[in-house]
Structures are given as C-alpha cells and as structure tokens.
C-alpha cells in the first residue's frame, strides 16, 4: 500500500523585511494573547489574561492543547515583542495544525491598539470547497469520493484524509493521493482525488523451491487476481500450486475482500490441499488432506498523523490429518479439527522516519465445538497439543536510512503459545521467509523467535543503467519500471516446546549469512533468490553448508 500527497499551501505570509532595526523595535509586553476565528469576535474588555482561544476547536489532545498553550505563554507573554516574535508565533500555531493534521489554516495579525498588553490574533481554518475525483477509469468514483466522506464546508482533517487514503490504496491496482487548492469562494480549500490505475485483473505464475523432503522441494503455481470484482471494487484472487513432480500435492487456496462504509472490510479467506507423500514406510498411509476456512472483520480505530491503525477480528476453521506442509518429518494419522478467535492490530508508518509496520495477532481456542478436536486426535499429530490454547504472534519491521541510499531492513517476529500447539500454529523456521541457507521449516515449536538483519545497496535500473538513488544529479524515476537490489543478510531464530516431547530437541536455534538477489519489472515480473550459508546443523542439514533459496513470478 503506497501513497504520497501533494500539499498546496496557501497561508499568509508577512513580507520579509530586511534586517534592520525596525525588525527588532519592540512593541511592548503582552500578558494576554487571544486567539479568535473571526475579527468580529475582537472585544476588548480589559480583563483578558494569559493564552486564550475564542471560538476555535484546536485539533489533538486536551494534554496537546494545554502544552501548546504553556509553550506560547512562556514564550511570548511577560517579554517584549518585536516583528520577528510575531512571525515565530504565527509559526508556530501553524506548525502545531499541521502535526495534529489540520495544516490547512490561515494565522493573521489585524491592525490593533496593544497599548493595554493584550495581543489579538485571528486564525482560520479553510473548509471544503468543492469535491472532484479523476482518474477513475474501471474503479467507481462514486465510491473513491463516499470513502473519503467530505462535503462542502467539512473541516479538513489530514490525519483523517490519510487514513481514507490508505484505506482506498488496500487495492493492488491502484493508488489515490489528494492535491489541495484554492478553493473559489472565500476562506475553502477544492479537494481533488487523484487515482492512478491499472488494468484490475491480472493471471500470473512461478517456481520456487520451497516444498520439502516428503512432496518434492520444488513448487509451480498459477492464479489471478481481480481489483474490481464485479464492479463493486472487490477483491478477488484464486493460486494453483502444485509440487515437482505434480502428483505429490495439489492445492487451492481463494481470498476474497469487500470494503465496506466507514473504512471497514470484510475478508473471507482459505484452501484445501491434497497430498501423497513419498512412501516413507509401508506400515503408513501417505494421503493427507488439509482444510482451512477463515474470516475477518477489519475496522480502523484511530488515525495517527500519517500512520495507519488497523484492528481486526475473525474465525478459523482447520481440519487435517497430517503435518506434512509444516515439518521435514511427515506425519499422517487420524484427522483432527481446530477452531479458534483471532484479534488482530496493524500499525503502519511507512515515513522516511517512522516507526515501520508492526502486527499483534492473539489466536485463542476457548473450547471444543466439532468432532475429532479432542486431547487424542491432537496428540497423534503433535505430542502434548491440547485442543484449548492461546498464542499471540507479533512482529516489527522497518527500514533504516544510510548515505547514498544505502539502508539497512530490520525484521523482528516472535511467538508464546499456553500449550504445545498442533503442527499448523507452531512457530517454523528455515527457508524463504525466515533463516534462508535451510530447507522449508526444518525446525518447529510453539514458542519461537525470528530476527532479520539486512545490508542494502541502492536500487539499479537496468534498463535506464542508472541509480535510483535521489543523490543522483541524474534520478529520474518516473520511466524506471525495473530495479535490481543487492543484498547480504543475517537470519537467526530459535524454538522451544512449551512442554517437553520425549526424544526431542525441545529447543532448538539456526543461524546463517549470505547475499541475496531482488528483480523486479512492475508490474510484470519479481524474482528473489538469496544464498544463505549455514552456520549451524540440525538434523537435516549440516554446517557449514549453503542452499539457494529461490522465488520467480511472472504476471500478465
């Protein structure tokens, strides 16, 4: 989800004055300053004291209003002003609209007698003008303009507008920023919704190696994606995914979004999977089945100056009877089903100089509502798993900044669970997503953690043979649909039962170094492959020793 705005400022401005001694000529002590909306709300009765706001609603908090009004009075009550005084408070009345979102205002000194030491300042808020959307060529312009919900003679609220944005950019196909300007009448500001689209389907497919022992390590898959489903800006998408060789499983896997009012969706998600692993003994049966229907409720709670919040609730349903998509050691036995609540939160800064993004999920199973989700069935396929339990997973992730668009990406995941968990939640490490130079989820366990560290150059454009680095005199990104990024990283998680299994490393940690290789060609092409270097061994794998881990997808 990416958005940038396009601010035009109107505020009145002071002419700049040439240093002389006029600039610095006091004009008195003040020991009132009122600020009023409205000139014609000026009144002068003498018994003024202090700072005081006279029909104005400041934006934020009572504690951000009380601290603005403490850092004006010691500032600028009890001293003399000159010109210069007056133009840091207009700056910094304003600077406190803007960070509490509402920067949108005009702060104006009238012509007045301040020969009885009160000072009064006249700040004004611009409203909505007019509302205009463009650029909306398969999504609905009616529903751009209701999500983000302003009308003529609104109050602007920035942090609101952000939050409407991101909700609107949800959409991989397209992406709505907002220009400001002057609106016709006095005093209102014309809101326009800028959308940049793309066709809103698009089939794609790719190759990776991260399959395991038991079906085969590598995987084909297939899907498609639709922004604008039925018309109703929906989102739907469909994956194939099979292994090499095909017959060891097949599986289907269908996401489906509806936005609703208010900044709120409805999400309904899940899969089924057919496997036939290798015959690891003749004694076993080697057909699994997995099944997995789920739902979730997003509503957002609260904007945060350019950050985004998000809280979800929902539903799981699963039903296996092997653990073979989560473990190098295959299991299938008697099926077993799991249903449990999840609450979910999101925060989402992604400013040069933000906090990153950060997940909370609490997964809680309080009870036993099917057949086959009982202590036995469980146990069969994890020793020690109870059908009641709780875990929460949470993780932080963010980009650092270095000279010469160099960064640094940092990656922090962790997981606790009550009570040892069946193979589907347990916390899994090695391969693409987590400590690459291992095979897919080579170790396993109900609490775990997971740390990334890597060292990135700056973007290449192969087809432009340039930098995309804003330190280039030459950057232009504009036509650079292609960036290549080199990398080297560090992966390290460890994992431990809750409660010990016998004959089994209870806790366990992997560790690896290497480079790593990103390709893209928007919106058509994205290929990663990393070589991680082991540095220690687990049962499957020993160190030193490398692996390639490798992902290639290609859409039309």
Known sequence: ????????????????????EEESQSFGKMHSIVFVDDEGKIVKDGKETGIQFVGLELPGTRWARSGLEEDLQSRFLARELTLEDLEDLKYRVILYYKEKGSSLVRVMVPEQDVTDGILHIIVKE????????????????RFTRNTV??????????????????????NPFKNTDVIFTPGQAANTTDIELVTVEEKPARVYGGVDNRGNEAIGNYRQFEGFYCGDFLGLDHVFSYQFTTSLPLKRMH????????????????????????????????FMDNTGINVQVSGRFHFPMFPWGKAVNDFSFGFDYKRTNNNVLFSEIPI????ATLSQFVLGYQFQDTRRDGWGLFNFELFISPAKWFTNQNKQDYQLLSPGALPRYFYFLTSWKKEFQLPHCMRIGLRLKGQYANQNLLPSEQFGLGGFDTVRGYREREINGDNGFLGNLEFKAPLI???????????????????????????????????????????ADNTQYIVSIGPGLEYSISPYFQAAVYWGIRLKSTQFSSAPGGRINFSVVASF
Do not use: Q
């Open 1 to 20: 989800m990416r958005f940038r705005f396009v601010f035009i400022f109107f505020l009145a401005v002071i002419s700049t004055l040439t240093a002389t």
């Open 126 to 141: 611009t409203r909505v003008g007019e509302v205009k959307t463009k650029g909306n060529v398969w999504s609905s312009a």
């Open 149 to 170: 919900g302003l009308k003529p003679g609104d109050k602007i609220d920035v942090n609101e507008i952000n939050t409407d944005l991101a909700f609107l950019n949800r």
């Open 251 to 282: 599986a289907h896997a269908a996401y489906y979004e509806i936005p609703l009012p208010y900044r709120m969706s409805l999400v309904g998600f899940g899969g089924y999977s057919s496997l036939h692993t290798k015959d690891f003994s003749t």
């Open 332 to 335: 299938i036995a008697k099926t």
């Open 461 to 503: 454009s192969l087809f432009k043979g340039k930098i995309l680095c804003s330190d280039n005199v030459n950057f232009n990104t504009v036509n650079a649909k292609d960036a290549l990024l080199l990398l080297a990283f560090v992966d390290y998680g460890f994992v431990n039962r809750h409660k010990k299994v016998e004959d």
